[in-house]
């Protein structure tokens, strides 16, 4: 630390020199955060193949008391062995006053944007501190590549770059910013975080399966995982979808979701637009109730055979005929007959008619989801028609990947030993990663676990009415100091409650209910807007 030290000291000898004005020399907290600009860390730091890790800019952000008086932004990156392969930027933030943990921010879809790490956790409240302006080191990545776009699959043709979205950009990132964070404060972290929503989420439970000892605790929302299965499972619907006479104009998904929200609102005991008691309404909504007289299309007030088909399609898990890593054959249900939040991004699109590549917003957004990786991954061929993809004829290839990229494990032993605790949260009504999935991936830790070893160590929640980062609520709480109470203080979570962030909801909260419980609306009660008045039920 001497070196470091006098490191420092020369960058305030060299910014200060041929300055005639004092107030021009920097700051000593100003020259502490210069003097990491062309940093290296050495590949021996680096637990996963990497050349070298590179900062390539540290300055000083001011900021107000309640951010820690400011922080040091390091920007930098991590040097590929292949040529080749793009660079995993990174930005690592260091507040002034430092409360010795850190906590890593994953990603979105296919990545490639640099995460920034300086907002609230994923689906953080307005109302609480993000990470930073609680004295945490927040760090992130763009997972090895760079796009404008996080549909973007064109770097999946480079095995290192494909390898780093894979997990490794999680590792290589995390042991940069150790090296970074003990060069600059002198000290390791006493606590190490993970956090994310979607891409994000599947990160996060790629990090506490394949390096437990990194991370004390996770907070996983919306986990895209596993990822190889989520794709599969969506070109096949696509090609279900787009059979002949089996689209859903946006009208017809309305006359769905009316019809719905109709039959099952009511049955977690009052009427607030969102259906909270999912297992009662798959046993009360029938389809067939909407049957075009003929069996074909007659309008936007009926469906036909066709829409009713594709419709009990995507209500059906996903077999696939290749088995996954960890022994995965498929992907679960959507909840389609739950009120999906069929909007969007995610919608069935607004053209009937399947582009090729399939375009956002007018097709299937799970067509969309699926392409990329189907046509750089897997068949590797820019101008494939991911529509036609046969899994059994790349069987051998489908597999590799799932290898790559998934994170199937149920056995946490490993993360739980070492005392890490997990919050999963999940929205009821996601259409871009279904919540039946997360379900049952907490079903098989569970079942490989035991239920009183799980409960000691996860917590999993369904969010009704929220989808993905949209829906009827939209999902506001406060997990990480849930977390830090729990995985620093030994206070397992209790009593939590999620507002609703949305334009419509107008503030009104809910209890969080661990799965399989639901809010329920009591007897007696008159104001359906405060969580008080519900219980978890089953």
Same mark, same amino acid.
């Given at each position: ?13 060299l910014?200060? #020199?041929?300055?005639? %004005? ?18 290296l @860390?050495?590949?021996?730091k680096?637990? /996963? ?8 800019? %540290? ?26 392969? +793009? ?21 979105g879809?296919?990545d $490639?944007?640099?995460i ?12 609480? !501190? ?12 763009? =997972? ?9 699959g064109k ?11 894979? $997990?490794?950009?999680?590792k &290589?990132?995390?042991d ?5 964070? /003990? ?16 891409q994000?989420?599947?990160? =996060?439970?790629i990090?506490?399966?394949r ?6 605790? %996770?907070i996983?929302?919306?986990p ?20 002949? $006479? ?10 769905l ?11 977690? $005991? ?7 008691? *999912? ?6 909504? !029938?389809?067939?109730?909407l049957?075009?007289?003929?069996? &074909? ?8 055979d ?6 009990? *399609?995507?209500?059906?898990?996903? &077999? ?14 959507w ?11 995610w ?7 399947? *582009? ?25 061929d +820019?101008?494939?028609?991911? @529509? ?14 799932? &290898? ?6 149920a ?10 605790k997990?919050?999963?949260m999940?929205?009821?009504?996601d ?12 079903e098989?830790?569970? !079942?490989?676990?035991? #239920? ?18 949209s ?21 397992? +979570? ?12 107008a503030?009104?909260t ?8 639901y809010?329920?609306?009591?007897s ?15």
């Amino acid at each position: 630390m001497k070196l470091w030290h006098l490191t420092i000291a020369n960058a305030v000898f060299l910014l200060s #020199a041929g300055i005639g %004005a004092a107030q021009d020399m920097p700051t000593p907290e100003e020259a502490h955060c210069i003097a990491l600009r062309g940093m290296l @860390i050495s590949p021996e730091k680096i637990a /996963e193949p990497a050349r070298r890790g590179v900062v390539y800019s %540290a300055d000083l952000v001011k900021g107000d008391q309640s951010a820690g008086g400011g922080f040091c932004k390091v920007l930098g990156g991590i040097e590929p062995i292949d040529p080749k392969a +793009p660079n995993i930027n990174f930005q690592i933030n260091l507040p002034l006053t430092w409360n010795d943990k850190i906590i890593q921010y994953g990603g979105g879809g296919y990545d $490639g944007t640099l995460i920034e790490a300086v907002k609230n956790v994923s689906f953080g409240s307005d109302a609480v !501190k993000t990470p930073l302006q609680r004295g945490y080191v927040t760090f992130g990545s763009d =997972s090895g590549h760079q796009s404008p776009s996080v549909l973007d699959g064109k770097f999946l043709l480079n095995d290192e770059a494909l390898a780093n979205f894979g $997990g490794l950009q999680i590792k &290589k990132t995390h042991d940069v910013t150790m090296a970074v964070v /003990e060069g600059y404060y002198g000290r390791k972290p006493r606590k190490s975080y993970i956090q994310g929503n979607s891409q994000g989420g599947h990160e =996060s439970l790629i990090a506490i399966q394949r390096w437990p000892a990194d991370y004390d605790g %996770a907070i996983v929302t919306h986990p895209a995982n596993p990822f190889s299965a989520l794709q599969l499972s969506g070109n096949y619907l696509a090609k279900a979808f787009y059979k002949s $006479g089996a689209y859903l104009s946006p009208a017809k998904v309305e006359l769905l979701n009316t019809a719905v929200a109709k039959a099952c609102d009511k049955l977690d $005991g009052v009427e607030d637009g969102l259906i909270s008691n *999912t297992a009662a309404c798959d046993a009360t909504f !029938k389809v067939e109730d909407l049957r075009c007289a003929s069996g &074909k299309d007659e309008g936007n007030a009926c469906l036909s055979d066709a829409q009713i088909a594709v419709l009990k *399609t995507i209500n059906t898990p996903y &077999k696939s005929p290749v088995r996954l890593e960890g022994g995965v054959d498929g992907f679960a249900r959507w909840p389609i007959f739950q009120g999906g939040d069929l909007y969007g991004l995610w919608s069935f699109g607004s053209s009937p008619d399947l *582009t090729t590549p399939p375009t956002p917003f007018a097709n299937f957004g799970l067509a969309v989801l699926a392409d990329p990786m189907i046509r750089y991954a897997v068949v590797r061929d +820019p101008k494939f028609d991911s @529509i036609t993809f046969d899994p059994t004829k790349y069987a051998k290839r489908v597999a590799q990947v799932s &290898k790559l990229i998934d994170a199937n494990s149920a056995d946490l032993s490993a993360f739980e030993k070492r005392g890490g605790k997990m919050l999963l949260m999940h929205g009821t009504i996601d259409f871009a990663i279904s919540p039946y999935n997360t379900v049952s991936y907490y079903e098989r830790v569970v !079942k490989t676990m035991g #239920a009183d070893n799980v409960h000691s160590f996860m917590r999993f929640y369904l969010v009704p009415g929220f989808g993905h980062g949209s829906g009827k609520f939209i999902a506001a709480w406060d997990p990480l100091t849930a977390l830090e109470n729990w995985a620093e203080n030994g206070k397992a +979570p209790e009593n939590l409650i999620v507002s609703d962030a949305g334009k419509d909801g107008a503030g009104r909260t809910r209890p969080m209910c661990e799965y399989p419980s639901y809010p329920k609306y009591k007897s007696g009660a008159t104001d359906p807007s405060k969580a008080g008045n519900f219980e978890c039920a089953k």
